[in-house]
């Protein structure tokens, strides 16, 4: 059932969620619908395993049109030139690799340093991480 929350006043909002305007949820009814709901989190996408992310390091067509002048010189006996663009191609994917890598490093470390919170009432004015606020929280 979808509900457009905007269009309704407090006390119809309050009555739908079965909350005070006043005093908020009890802690033990917070804890249900906690339980209930689950956490206040956007669902993470899936990481991609690092041999995932280390392939696609490849998956641009400059680097395909390497790999391809990587053929046409094997083709042509030019082994040389053929291991010189391999190991230009292979340190890219590696930087491209420790870049990606670094970088979600990166955001897990801030993502962890601003946990956010929400002031709510529940029986008196607290302060919880947002993850923690549940459907009926004032």
């Given at each position: 059932m979808k509900i457009d929350w905007h269009t309704k006043d407090i006390e119809e909002t309050a009555k739908t969620l079965k909350t005070n305007i006043s005093t908020g949820l009890s802690?033990?009814?917070a804890q249900k619908r906690l339980?209930?709901?689950?956490?206040?989190e956007l669902e993470e996408k899936k990481?991609?395993?690092?041999i995932v992310i280390f392939l696609e390091q490849f998956n641009d067509v400059l680097i395909w049109i390497l790999l391809?002048?990587?053929l046409?010189?094997?083709?042509r006996g030019?082994?040389?030139d053929a291991i010189v663009i391999g190991?230009?191609?292979?340190?890219?994917?590696i930087l491209g690799f420790v870049q990606h890598f670094r970088a979600?490093?990166?955001l897990e470390a801030l993502k962890a340093l601003a946990a956010p919170t929400a002031t709510v009432i529940r029986q008196k004015e607290v302060e919880i991480k947002t993850a923690e606020v549940v459907p009926g929280d004032i």
């Open positions: 802690t033990e009814e339980q209930k709901y689950g956490p206040n990481k991609a395993s690092p391809f002048a990587v046409i010189s094997i083709i030019e082994s040389f190991i230009i191609l292979l340190i890219n994917a979600e490093k990166a």
